[in-house]
């Protein structure tokens, strides 16, 4: 009762954080147009900035080279995820806008904000390197491919122009430069001066109050009255929920690894819609209002959704 009661109270939080940035919205300290900043103001400064903090805080060189064969597992099951979104946009016929932001959110999952507190308050600490191997696999596929694809529903986005360049432009964004730099400062078991890491720290601890106020402006700016369940919805709802967890369950099933990962790995699959996503499609010029929605929506959901998958996770063995 005490980890269903935290699972709630961190979802709770991110919708009070939205529920913030929609007021500031009503008393009109925010307009559609400078929400553009905070939503540079995240990619651009504070992910890379939480990406060296919670890398080189919570790891270690000889933990990363011990556990790097478990990496197979989440990117095995986040790759079939992503070949099984490129269906349901065919068969949900995903309206063009849309396509490339609808398979971003089927197969990323919010790995942090929400799966490390409650892994923790689930298996509790020695559950930490197993939550950031899938960590790991999801930051690297969202910053790669799932930001490539959100581009290409872009106002901007120009066929003709894309280029090798454009795409490794578009790939290797600030927030992966500082995902590789933490990696290589971590293999070269360098270490970052106090000063510098406490900056770090700061900086990123932005990420999550920043990206909540901005879905909650996005949906101010949608309009509550305007959101109506669609069949886009009910797949993204279903990818998320049912598909990814359950691909990872049959993944991990009868593979020889630790009873522990199987657990952490199956509950990080169930995850609701990265919050980054809308903020991404935002930068991109793409339906970032499309992408709010879903993120407040799955959040929402998983109130209700991911106990199911917690009584589950018990039963494996």
Request: proline fraction near 5%; glycine fraction near 6%.
């Amino acid at each position: 009762m005490d980890v269903l009661m935290l699972a709630i109270e961190s979802v709770l939080t991110m919708l009070l954080l939205m529920g913030t940035g929609y007021y500031l919205s009503v008393r009109k300290w925010f307009t559609n147009e400078n929400s553009g900043l905070i939503a540079k103001l995240v990619t651009n400064f504070a992910l890379p900035a939480n990406m060296l903090y919670f890398i080189l805080t919570d790891f270690s060189r000889n933990k990363l080279i011990h556990l790097a064969p478990g990496l197979i597992i989440p990117v095995a099951s986040i790759l079939i995820t992503m070949f099984i979104s490129f269906g349901a946009v065919r068969l949900l016929k995903v309206k063009d806008g849309r396509k490339g932001t609808f398979s971003s959110m089927f197969f990323n999952s919010n790995s942090i904000f929400i799966g490390v507190p409650l892994n923790f308050a689930l298996f509790g600490p020695e559950s930490l390197p197993f939550v950031l191997l899938y960590y790991f696999a999801n930051t690297f596929f969202f910053w790669t491919l799932g930001v490539q694809m959100i581009s290409k529903d872009g106002l901007d986005y120009d066929a003709s122009k894309n280029t090798f360049a454009s795409n490794l432009k578009k790939i290797f964004n600030p927030p992966l430069i500082g995902f590789l730099l933490a990696l290589l400062l971590l293999l070269l078991n360098a270490s970052l001066p106090s000063f510098l890491m406490s900056y770090f720290e700061f900086s990123g601890s932005l990420v999550t109050p920043l990206s909540m106020l901005f879905i909650g402006i996005s949906i101010f700016f949608t309009g509550i009255t305007s959101i109506k369940f669609s069949k886009d919805m009910a797949g993204i709802l279903i990818g998320r929920f049912v598909i990814a967890p359950g691909i990872m369950a049959l993944l991990v099933w009868f593979l020889p690894i630790p009873l522990l990962m199987k657990q952490v790995f199956i509950m990080q699959a169930a995850m609701p819609v990265m919050t980054n996503a809308p903020v991404v499609a935002k930068v991109y010029k793409a339906d970032s209002k499309y992408a709010a929605v879903m993120v407040t929506v799955s959040t929402i959901a998983s109130l209700f959704i991911v106990p199911i998958w917690m009584l589950i996770v018990q039963f494996i063995d």
